[in-house]
Every structure is written in C-alpha cells, then in structure tokens.
C-alpha cells in the first residue's frame, strides 16, 4: 500500500507518519520510485503500536525509541524481559533515591528486587508525593496495596510466559505494561464502587441513597430496588 493507504488504514494523517519515518519510529517502505514507496502489514502494525503508545499510553517520543529497540533485540532470558522493559519505560522516579521505608517494606514481603529498580525510585516518590499531598498512608496501608499488586504482577507474568517467543513475551511486558495501567486504574474504580456498595447497601438510608439510586439505577440487585408506582404523578389507591 502507499502512504495515503496507509495513512487511511490506520487514521493517522501522512504528515505524521512521514515525521514517523524521520525520527526512525516507523521503518523506510520498500522503494518502488524516487517518490514512491510500497508499505506492508508490518508498517501498518508498526503505526498502530506508535500510536498506540504516544497518544494512549502517554510515552514520548524518546522513551518510543527505547521501546522499540527493546522490542527488536530482547534479551535471551525471559527474566531480563522485565529489567529491559522498565528501563525501557518513562519512570516518574527520576534521581529520587530509595527510601528506607520501601527497601524495607520489599525485605519485609521477600521480594527479590534489584536495587537500582526504577520502579522502587518511583515508588518512593509516590510516597512522598501522596503523603505531602495529605493522604494517610500507613506503613501497614502500603504493605496492603503491595500484596493486592503481587497479585495482578503474577497475571502479568503469566501472560509473559504463555508467549510463543521471546519477541512476543518482550512485546507483553512491554507494551502491556503501557496500555494496561489504565485498564488497571479503571478496574480499581469500578472494584471501589462494588466493594463500597457491597459494605453499605445493608445499612439505613442515608442522605446519600438518592445519589446511588440516581448514579447506578441498572446495576443495583433486586432485593436492593425500591418498588415505585409506574406513574409517578399519579397516587397508588389503597383499598380502606
């Protein structure tokens, strides 16, 4: 296909896939011509991966290179995967050091981490950041959080391994690790309403019940609805 195709397979304007083609991001298409290049279903998966993390995953341009040569020469060893694909990826930790309170809290659980990991970097300027910002975040508060995220860390892992080669496990690290964080923070919204709802549906009627009613009439169960006359402007006749 041509530029205009591909630009039109994958809604990205051709300006921006010819800047894709400058900065190395999407590979040359095969020359037909001095003006003319001929691109495969390669480029077009190229483009959507691209895009996929600029515009959805938040990744800049610079953290895309490093992405992409990590996706194109893995590591032989599947643990590296993951030490490759967070080095590969924007960390909020910059030159934050490690705090006293992380490294032991990893000591605490047995979690063997490196520790130069960026992610205990940033994990311990998240801390800091959340606590200046007012959050009470208790020492045993975090180490709760910490065990729930083993969980979702073993699925990660899990989908690594299941991978049919090392290209495809460095691709499910990498880019997993990007498009889903999202699907992760929305999950937990939607397990904080359940789980809020599931703790307070039995108690009394609070000043707060019409603003459920009103926020999740679908979703409640039936031995949670409120019966109503089908003509609201209309009053129910009791026999006397």
């Known amino acids: 296909m041509r530029i205009s195709e591909l630009a039109a397979e994958t809604g990205v304007p051709v300006h921006t896939l010819k800047y894709y083609l400058r900065e ?3 590979m040359p298409g095969e020359a037909r011509s001095q003006t003319r290049a001929e691109y495969g279903p390669e480029h077009l998966e190229r483009v959507r991966l691209v895009r996929a993390l600029v515009e959805h995953g938040g990744v800049g341009i610079a953290a895309v290179h490093s992405i992409l040569e990590a996706l194109t020469a893995p590591p032989p060893s599947r643990h590296d995967f993951l030490g490759v694909a967070h080095c590969a990826l924007p960390s909020s930790g910059g030159g934050t050091a490690v705090s006293q309170e992380v490294a032991e809290l990893v000591e605490d659980l047995g979690w063997r981490v490196g520790p130069a990991a960026p992610a205990l970097r940033a994990l311990s300027a998240a801390v800091t950041a959340a606590r200046d910002a ?3 975040l208790e020492r045993s508060t975090l180490r709760r959080y910490a065990e729930a995220m083993r969980e979702v860390a073993a699925v990660d892992v899990d989908v ?6 090392p290209a495809a496990a460095m691709h499910a690290v990498v880019v997993g690790t990007v498009m889903l964080d999202p699907v992760l923070v929305a999950l937990r919204r939607v397990a904080q309403e359940s789980e809020s709802w599931e703790r307070n549906s039995t108690a009394s009627p609070g000043p707060d019940a019409a603003w459920r009613a009103r926020a999740d009439p679908v979703r409640r169960s039936p031995r949670h609805a ?3 006359h089908p003509n609201p402007t209309v009053e129910e006749v009791r026999p006397g």
């Open 24 to 26: 190395g991001l999407l």
């Open 134 to 136: 007012g959050v009470r």
């Open 160 to 165: 690594a391994v299941g991978a049919h080669s």
């Open 226 to 228: 409120v019966a109503r």
